[in-house]
């Protein structure tokens, strides 16, 4: 079992920051990738920013330069830095994990937490 905490989400006004934090915990022997993904009313899940376990990160064209994504390897923890939020960040941000198992590459996902961009 892998549980995740998340935590970070709120209401902040256009322009604002927020700051995502993602720590995964249980039966872990290896984290190949953690990210964060987001989906808002109506739309499909879609991809915010990812990590690899060598450090190479990937970026939605949406948020680069605005957000930033950061690991602590030690504490199988990852963290979403965002500023310059806009109205359409607005969403619920999801944190995934790909976890190497003896049954080969498996996805986990966090429950979400809520991120509300408005004046």
């Known amino acids: 079992q892998v549980q995740f905490v998340e935590s970070g989400g709120g209401l902040v006004q256009p322009g604002g920051s927020l700051r995502l934090s993602c720590t995964a915990s249980?039966?872990?022997?290896?984290?190949?990738?953690m990210g964060w993904y987001r989906q808002a009313p109506g739309k499909q899940r879609e991809l915010v920013a990812l990590?690899?376990?060598?450090?190479?990160?990937n970026y939605a064209e949406d948020v680069k330069g605005r957000f930033t994504i950061s690991r602590d390897s030690a504490k199988n923890t990852i963290a979403l830095q965002m500023n310059g939020l806009k109205p359409e960040d607005t969403a619920v941000y999801y944190c995934?994990?790909?976890?190497?198992?003896?049954?080969?590459?498996?996805?986990?996902w966090g429950q979400g937490t809520q991120v509300t961009v408005s004046s």
């Open positions: 995934k994990a790909i976890l190497d198992t003896r049954r080969g590459p498996e996805d986990y």
């Open positions: 990590i690899t376990s060598g450090g190479s990160t």
């Open positions: 249980g039966s872990i022997f290896a984290i190949l990738v």
